[in-house]
């Protein structure tokens, strides 16, 4: 049922990027060529492809201590899965109420010492996922550091290896698995996600879904054709990495 909904959507996706000929009717990819050679398009493949990677990657620095902080507490691992049943906007939400020109913090310190809403860094948008993603990779993570992971652990101990070397030498290599998973699933989603980045991005640069809402807004027809091009782009890059996360799980379990 998934594979037929999806695809339903994919196809009508391909079938309105690809733009009818007023004249002879026959579709064209006009809306392609529109597309690939808009500057401003280009711009949003980049922005999107920094706040991707810098809020993939922060998160998974810092899931990495919070798991090991969490080990063993039930009560800790109950607040830590809080964040992650709250969604996205409204996260986003509260980013904008909090942190925002005007907002509680920033009436709180009587200016805020960096732009964090609107910033054409994308800083708002990082720290709204990694706010999100977080919590989910430290859970993902404590679900796999079982009790062989522990044995070697003091095995290791035992030898002499500290916690700093304990912790590089058989935690992360043991975690590997679980964790290149939730890397690809974090960066899939972040690619394609829109409403983070219509709430908290900036006005320009635009990322790949906020480009494809701006030039529906065109007065032309051609605006549709050109939106559903975009969003195209966004699917296939998270869509891959959907493919590298169902394989690395496999390759996990062989």
Do not use: C, N
């Not at 007065?219 to 590298?244: F, I, N």
Request: hydrophobic letters at 60%; glycine letters at 8%.
């Amino acid at each position: 049922m998934t594979i037929v909904l999806f695809g339903g959507a994919l196809a009508g996706a391909v079938r309105a990027s690809l733009q009818p000929d007023p004249f002879s009717g026959a579709y064209t990819l006009s809306a392609w060529r529109s597309v690939v050679t808009d500057a401003a398009f280009r711009d949003a493949v980049a922005f999107t492809l920094v706040t991707t990677v810098a809020a993939t990657v922060l998160s998974v620095v810092l899931a990495l201590p919070v798991a090991a902080a969490l080990r063993g507490r039930a009560w800790a691992r109950t607040v830590a899965a809080l964040p992650v049943l709250v969604p996205h906007l409204l996260v986003a939400i509260l980013a904008v109420l909090w942190l925002g020109p005007g907002g509680l913090a920033d009436r709180l310190l009587g200016g805020m010492p960096l732009d964090v809403v609107r910033s054409r860094s994308g800083v708002g948008i990082v720290l709204v996922y990694v706010a999100k993603e977080v919590p989910f990779l430290a859970l993902l993570l404590l679900a796999a550091w079982d009790d062989d992971i522990a044995a070697r652990e003091e095995a290791a101990a035992v030898h002499g290896a500290g916690p700093v070397a304990r912790f590089r030498h058989v935690v992360v290599p043991g975690l590997r698995g679980p964790l290149t998973l939730g890397t690809l699933v974090v960066a899939a989603f972040v690619f394609g996600s829109f409403e983070v980045p219509l709430l908290v991005g900036p006005t320009q640069p635009d990322t790949i879904a906020t480009y494809a809402l701006r030039v529906t807004r065109i007065a032309d027809l051609s605006g549709r054709a050109d939106a559903a091009a975009a969003l195209l782009v966004a699917t296939a890059g998270s869509v891959l990495l959907a493919v590298v996360a169902g394989a690395t799980v496999r390759r996990h379990r062989a």
